[in-house]
């Protein structure tokens, strides 16, 4: 069973950078479509965005121009660069195969002052 662990959370300023990794276990990682989830404080898991196996990439409306996703097959990694943070963004974000199968722990983002 595949497994994620993801890194790279943490507490930023509003209008400051985070660059998140998730690191997966087991073969054909690059065959898959991989994305980032996030859930909020009394918020339902929701999708962030995705990356497909040729390369094209899709984004959740209130990130667009300010996330970035990309991934490196030799290393089993994907990644997600995240500017332009607000509170918005406040969650713990989570890497998984698309569609969804398994979570990892999910590393936390806080943006506050």
């Known amino acids: 069973q595949v497994q994620f662990v993801e890194s790279g959370g943490g507490l930023v300023q509003p209008g400051g950078s985070l660059r998140l990794s998730c690191v997966a276990s087991?073969?054909?990682?690059?065959?898959?479509?991989m994305g980032w989830y996030r859930q909020a404080p009394g918020k339902s898991r929701e999708w962030v965005a995705t990356?497909?196996?040729?390369?094209?990439?899709a984004y959740q409306d209130s990130v667009k121009g300010r996330f970035t996703i990309s991934r490196d097959n030799a290393k089993n990694e994907l990644y997600l660069q995240m500017n332009s943070l607000n509170s918005e963004d406040t969650a713990v974000y989570y890497c998984?195969?698309?569609?969804?199968?398994?979570w990892g722990q999910g590393t936390q983002v806080t943006i506050s002052s």
């Open positions: 990356i497909y196996s040729n390369g094209l990439k």
């Open positions: 087991g073969s054909s990682f690059s065959i898959y479509a």
């Open positions: 998984t195969r698309i569609p969804p199968s398994t």
